[in-house]
């Protein structure tokens, strides 16, 4: 009888330890880090892999757990040591938007009991910058070159400010959008062909500054006018 007891004792020790041991490893569900960002083309990206892109640049990331414990936390860890940004959040989701160039590196973690359970990483590389302004453009209507703006090689340019002036300084025309630009007129009207002056204005995600001025020829007549990939 008292062998019994004790077997019975032990089969109950076991059995408790095996559904210790049970929960102990099922505080915590597997996560998927996913990324969800607009490319240069405009088309929506989501990737669990690295990517690279130009500042800014808006990304939404998701942590998608399949559960999690009420003892289970989400840390976002976001660094990128170049330029000393270190950056925690604790939401499930978060977004961010990314300015500086070099290699920002995204890790998501699941905590228990202060411990790291669980953990998957992005890096976004964000490219050096880079802006040139043409000198020449023909707003004649024939949708090709009608617009002066930004050559479309530039990179990273998270600040943008364009003036166009006549020669006598007179200020026709601002931007501030890079993918915009002049038309060519002053209050609806067409100006004459001629020369005319830009000064931009603008820094980079590399931290460069931008200072150019250069004068600009408006060419309605002219349908040979660099292209914007290949004006000087």
Sequence with gaps: M?????????????????????LSVSVYADITLEATYTDKE????????????????????????SSLDPGASIEWHIR?????????????????????AGQNVVTLQVMQDNEV?????????????????????????????DIYKAKKNYKSIVEFHAYIFNRYGQKLYEWTDITSGWDGTYHGRPVKDGTYYVYVKARGADGIEYNIRRDVNLLRDFNKVESGNEQR
């Design 2 to 22: 008292q062998k019994y007891s004790h077997n019975k004792m032990n089969l109950r020790k076991i059995l408790t330890l095996f559904v210790i041991l049970s």
């Design 117 to 145: 359970v669980q953990s998957a990483s992005i890096t976004i590389t964000i490219s050096e910058s880079l802006l040139e302004m043409p000198n020449a453009f023909s707003p004649n209507g024939d949708d090709i070159n």
């Design 42 to 65: 405009g088309k929506s990206v989501t990737t669990s892999g690295d990517i690279t892109a130009e500042a800014p640049l808006y990304v939404k990331f998701a942590s998608n757990p």
């Design 80 to 100: 990128n040591t170049t330029a000393g940004l270190n950056l925690t959040r604790y939401e499930q989701d978060i977004d961010f938007t990314f300015t500086m």
